[in-house]
C-alpha cells in the first residue's frame, strides 16, 4: 500500500462544515455546568484498530474516512485525527484514531450507531478513553489552525503493577508532565489521564502528545531525558505499556 494513501486523500471540510460543527459544539458544551474557569474538561477516545490482512487501499480509505467524517455528522465529536501506525507494535494494531468528545456519555451513542460499529467489529478494535483538560479556546478544543493540520501523534498507554503504590505512580506522572512542560516549544498539544474503562482496555493510564514534526518527536521519544525519565520512574512499576505513532497530513492533498 501506498504511504499516507488514506491520510493525504480524505475530503477536506468545506468552510459551512467547520463553521456549523464549531458552533452546534460550541452550544452544547456551553450548557455544560462542569466545565472550570481556566480548561475545557474533555474525554479523548483512543481507538486501536487491527486492520484485516487482506484489507485494500480502497476499503482502508473507506473505512477511515467513514471515522474521519463522523465529526461532521454526530454531536458531541469535537476533534478527529487518525492514521496508519507507522512502525510494529506487540499488539499488532494497524490504525490509530484519537476521537475527543465533551463529555463520556457521548462515546456511547457514538458506539450506539450500528453503522460504525460495524466498522469498528469488522477490524477487531480496542479503545481506551480518558478524561483530561486543555485550554478554554476554539484552536486548542477543537484542534482546528495550521498546527493541527499536519505532525505525529504519539500515544503512550500504561498498565501498573498492582503492587505499585499510590505515591509511586503518582510521581511517574508528574515525572512526565514536567518533562512534557519542558518540551513545550515543540509540543502542540498533551493530554495526559487516568482511564475510564481500565478492565475492558487493560490500560490504567493515557497520553496523547501530537509534535508538529517527526524530528520534533525523535527528540522527545529518543533523547537520553526520556529514556532516563522511564526507567527511573516507570520501569519498576510498570506492567505492560504500549507506545504507537501515525503521522498526520494536510486534509485535501492528494497523493502525487
Known amino acids: 500500500m501506498a504511504r499516507h494513501l488514506v491520510a493525504l486523500s480524505r475530503k477536506a471540510p ?8 464549531v458552533h452546534d459544539s460550541l ?24 486492520a ?14 467513514y ?8 454531536r458531541g465529536i469535537l476533534a478527529v485525527s487518525l492514521g496508519r501506525i507507522e512502525d510494529p507494535n506487540t499488539e499488532n ?14 462515546i456511547a451513542k457514538f458506539h450506539s450507531s450500528p453503522y460504525y460499529y460495524k466498522i469498528l467489529d469488522e477490524h477487531g478494535s480496542v479503545s481506551v478513553d480518558f478524561e483530561s483538560e486543555v485550554e478554554d479556546d476554539i484552536i486548542p478544543l477543537f484542534r482546528r489552525g495550521e498546527d493541527f493540520n499536519y505532525g ?21 506522572l508528574a515525572s512526565l508532565q514536567r518533562f512534557i512542560s519542558q518540551c513545550s516549544s515543540f509540543i502542540v498539544q498533551a493530554t495526559i489521564g487516568c482511564c475510564l474503562n481500565h478492565m475492558d482496555s487493560g490500560y490504567s493510564h493515557a497520553a496523547v502528545i ?8 525523535k527528540i522527545f521519544r529518543e533523547g537520553m531525558e526520556y529514556k532516563d525519565m522511564w526507567a527511573s ?6 506492567e505492560k505499556s504500549l507506545e504507537l505513532h501515525f503521522t498526520v497530513d494536510p486534509v485535501g492533498n492528494q497523493l502525487m
Open 210 to 217: 501530537r509534535f508538529p514534526s517527526f524530528d520534533d518527536f
Open 27 to 50: 452550544e452544547y458544551i456551553d450548557g455544560q455546568s462542569d466545565l472550570v474557569n481556566y480548561g475545557r474538561k474533555i474525554v479523548e477516545h483512543i481507538i486501536l484498530l487491527r
Open 152 to 172: 505525529v501523534e504519539f500515544m503512550l498507554l500504561i498498565s501498573f503493577l498492582e503492587s505499585a503504590s499510590g505515591d509511586s505512580v503518582e510521581d511517574a
Open 52 to 65: 484485516k490482512p487482506n484489507i485494500s487501499d480502497a476499503e482502508e480509505k473507506d473505512m477511515l474516512d
Open 93 to 106: 494494531f494497524t490504525h490509530a484514531v484519537l476521537m475527543r468528545f465533551q463529555q463520556k456519555d457521548d
Open 67 to 74: 471515522l474521519y467524517t463522523s465529526q461532521y455528522q454526530m
Open 14 to 21: 468545506t468552510s459551512e462544515d467547520l463553521s456549523i460543527i
Open 233 to 238: 520512574t516507570f520501569q519498576p512499576i510498570v
